[in-house]
């Protein structure tokens, strides 16, 4: 049996900075996606093409930390 290597990918540190309320559903669907259910409050997500696609879609309510 041969045991895959886990490649772990670079993180992003996500903070949503304004409130989804009076904004698009896919914008706020795009911020619930990438975690987030709060102001103020960070998360760590994988830097992939996906998520930083959301982060651009709702780059007006999000701070990003590389």
Do not use: F, W
């Not at 259910?37 to 997500?45: A, C, G, S």
């Amino acid at each position: 049996m041969v045991q895959a290597k886990k490649i772990s990918l670079p993180k992003l540190k996500v903070t949503q900075i304004k409130s989804v309320i009076g904004t698009k559903e896919s914008h706020r669907a795009c911020v619930r996606g990438l975690g987030l259910r709060r102001l103020n409050q960070t998360v760590e997500v994988e830097d992939t093409p996906a998520v930083r696609g959301m982060i651009n879609k709702v780059y007006y309510l999000i701070k990003c930390n590389g």
